[in-house]
């Protein structure tokens, strides 16, 4: 993955770890750019289903788990446990 694409997740990251909606909402934009220049970066779906989830954007989030399961690294049960987690309020 390019430098600029890795500095983009890691400030995204960074945003949605945040307990505010506005940067919580910072972070979906720059996910969404990263899934925009690098289609095969499904860390960023993931991730970005996480945020959603911990927003209460339950539809959205589950379209981007959707769209993260096909990474092989990151399977069912590993975005099961995390969105059971986000929806339980621990997120």
Do not use: H, T
């Amino acid at each position: 993955m390019e430098a600029n694409l890795d500095e983009a997740l890691k400030e995204a990251f960074r945003l949605g770890e945040a307990v505010d909606n506005a940067a919580r909402r910072k972070a979906v934009q720059l996910y969404a750019d990263i899934i925009r220049r690098s289609p095969s970066a499904r860390v960023a779906w993931f991730n970005m289903g996480v945020i959603q989830s911990r927003m209460g954007n339950w539809q959205e989030a589950i379209r981007s788990f959707r769209e993260a399961e096909s990474d092989k690294d990151l399977g069912s049960e590993e975005m099961f446990v995390f969105f059971v987690q986000a929806g339980c309020g621990k997120g």
